[in-house]
Nanobody, 125 residues
């Protein structure tokens, strides 16, 4: 099973940018659909973005479309989430998730079976 470790979170002002990384070990991300979810305090975990096994299909939540970009670097065994024009409502713990050999990435937590520990993103107004 793949192990996932997120990094890159932090405190940023509204309008700023951050790049989150999700480093995988134990298996290659080439064999996995990968996703980012987030969970704000007191709220349920919600879908942010996902990328298919072959990296061709990328999907985004409406709330981040046009601002966030997901990518997968097979050589570095890492998935990234580039976040631009950040808003205070983007504040949350961001989690990386994976699903083995999923050709079509899902939008719910049930679609994924491995998770990282999360990284905090705080956007100040």
């Amino acid at each position: 099973q793949v192990q996932l470790v997120e990094s890159g979170g932090g405190l940023v002002q509204a309008g700023g940018s951050l790049r989150l990384s999700c480093a995988a070990s134990g298996r290659t991300v080439r064999q996995y659909a990968m996703a980012w979810f987030r969970q704000a305090t007191g709220k349920e975990r919600e879908f942010v973005s996902a990328i298919s096994v072959n990296g061709v299909s990328k999907i985004y939540a409406d709330s981040v479309k046009g601002r966030f970009t997901i990518s997968k670097d097979n050589a570095k065994n890492t998935v990234y989430l580039e976040m631009n024009t950040l808003k205070p409502e983007d504040t949350a713990v961001y989690y990386c998730a994976s699903k083995y050999l999923a050709l079509v990435p899902g939008r719910t937590t049930l679609n994924y079976d491995s998770w990282g520990q999360g990284t905090q993103v705080t956007v100040s107004s």
